[in-house]
């Protein structure tokens, strides 16, 4: 079972087009991360929520974490073809004193010029 | 700058052999984690250690082992490889401190294993 489903699995734009990516859970994490992966390489951080309800703003990537922390979104506006790649959302739970990374089933992003 | 090296890029094995992949990070952090990777599904955690000699299962153990005889050092065992374990392998590291809450999972740049 997929603690943290994302959505959609795929998405292919047009340069300038906005997007939004989605990432659900029924588990309260208490930060979630965003990562970009491109391919032959292991995945970026982008950004890390942590309260609930707050929003982080990357130039054209806004992230928000949903007010009960169980779910988050990536918006990109004006997308650019540098913005293609796998973006994966993070939750981290604690656990014993010690931290449980677990990540979405991955987005992934293609921007045609 | 952190640096998470996985010890080999492409692995081909072949059913039931011992498979052995090692990970070594050079920042001094106590956690460490193994994900494999696979389309559809991100990243699915296997194991974690939060501290030398310390391994916590994490979500599809099965199949695996893993070992933390040092701090920077962390290796994920496949005793009997299977053809269901072809994938990317992904190795992280992470300070201790605030924890995810501030700090980002440095990555390897994975080890893709074939078994036939």
């Known amino acids: 079972t997929q603690l943290l489903e994302q959505s959609p699995q795929f998405l292919s734009i047009q340069e300038g087009e906005n997007l939004t990516v989605y990432c659900n859970s029924s588990s309260v994490f208490s930060s979630l991360q965003w990562y970009r992966q491109e391919p032959g390489e292991g995945p970026v951080l982008l950004v890390t929520?942590?309260?609930?309800?707050e929003v982080k703003k990357l130039k054209r990537l806004t992230f928000q974490f949903g007010d009960a922390r169980k779910d988050s979104s990536l918006h990109i506006t004006a997308a650019q073809p540098g913005d293609t790649g796998l973006y994966l959302c993070a939750g981290a739970l604690n656990s014993g004193g010690y931290q449980k990374v677990t990540f979405g089933t991955g987005t992934k992003l293609q921007v045609i010029p | 700058d952190v640096k998470v090296t996985q010890s080999s890029r492409y692995l081909v094995k072949r059913t039931g052999e011992k498979v052995f992949l090692e990970c070594v990070q050079d920042?001094?952090?106590?956690?460490m984690f193994w994900y494999r990777q696979d389309p559809g599904l991100g990243l699915r955690l296997i194991y974690f250690?939060?501290?030398?000699?310390?391994?916590e299962k994490g979500d599809i153990p099965e199949g695996y082992s893993v070992s933390r005889e040092k701090k920077e050092r962390f290796s994920l065992i496949l005793e009997s490889a299977s053809t269901n374990q072809t994938s990317m392998y992904l190795c992280a590291s992470l300070g201790q401190g605030n924890g995810p809450n501030n700090s980002p999972l440095h990555f390897g740049n994975g080890t893709r294993l074939t078994v036939t």
């Open positions: 920042m001094d952090h106590e956690n």
């Open positions: 929520v942590v309260t609930g309800g």
């Open positions: 250690s939060y501290d030398v000699k310390m391994k």
